[in-house]
């Protein structure tokens, strides 16, 4: 199965930047479109942004449009989540998700592969 590893969080203050990364261990790396949810207590989960692997087509929440970018390495099997302009409102732990088949890209049921997040904190 595909693995996912999150790094890149941390605690930063408002109107400062973070990039996240998220590598993918498998033996024949193959997936429709990548993506990163965030959830933060009390919440649901909800989506951030995904990539089309083939295409590099990217889909943002409006939550984070213009602010955020996700990209892709494919030689390197790594998406990426540039942060930029973070609120305090961005306070949550992101995680990195596979999707295996075509479809839907913005909803958590549609990814079958998930990382255990990495921990995003935005200060006043």
């Known amino acids: 199965q595909v693995q996912l590893v999150e790094s890149g969080g941390g605690l930063v203050q408002a109107g400062g930047s973070l990039r996240l990364s998220c590598a993918a261990s498998a033996r024949a790396f193959s997936v429709y479109a990548m993506g990163w949810f965030r959830q933060a207590p009390g919440k649901e989960r909800e989506f951030v942004a995904a990539i089309i692997w083939g295409g590099g087509s990217t889909v943002y929440a409006d939550s984070v449009k213009g602010r955020f970018t996700i990209s892709r390495d494919t030689a390197k099997n790594t998406v990426y989540l540039r942060m930029n302009s973070l609120k305090p409102e961005d306070t949550a732990v992101y995680s990195c998700?596979?999707?295996?088949?075509?479809?839907?890209?913005?909803?958590?049921?549609?990814?079958?592969?998930w990382g255990q997040g990495t921990q995003v904190t935005v200060s006043s």
């Open positions: 998700a596979a999707k295996i088949s075509g479809g839907y890209v913005t909803t958590p049921p549609a990814y079958r592969y």
